[in-house]
């Protein structure tokens, strides 16, 4: 069973980073392109971010282009998503996603998500 957990989130004021976590369990997170997408209460999931499997191609939603970078390290099964001068439209709950094709999409696994608050 394919398991993705996020890690990483928290309380940030404006300006601030942070530095989200996606770890796999039961597979092999090297195999899947993987997404990060984010939803604010009352508005519908949207995609931030893609990384292909090799990590060559990365894809950015234009309103964190510039902010957040997703990086993968497969050797340690592991996809980072660092967001820097965040701003409080960014607070979210964050999920990652192991997705068949690139730019993400045929999601085969969700995380459970994991809560971005910026606020000062």
């Known amino acids: 069973q394919l398991q993705l957990v996020e890690s990483g989130g928290g309380l940030v004021q404006p300006g601030g980073s942070l530095r989200l976590s996606c770890s796999a369990s039961g597979f092999t997170l090297g195999d899947y392109n993987i997404g990060w997408f984010r939803q604010a209460p009352g508005k519908e999931r949207e995609g931030v971010s893609c990384?292909?499997?090799?990590?060559?191609?990365?894809n950015y939603a234009d309103s964190v282009k510039g902010r957040f970078t997703i990086s993968r390290d497969n050797a340690k099964n592991t996809v980072y998503l660092q967001m820097n001068n965040l701003k409080p439209e960014d607070t979210a709950v964050y999920y990652c996603a192991a997705a068949l094709y690139y730019v993400c999409y045929d999601i085969r696994s969700w995380g459970q998500g994991t809560q971005v608050t910026v606020s000062s």
């Open positions: 990384i292909s499997v090799s990590g060559g191609s990365t």
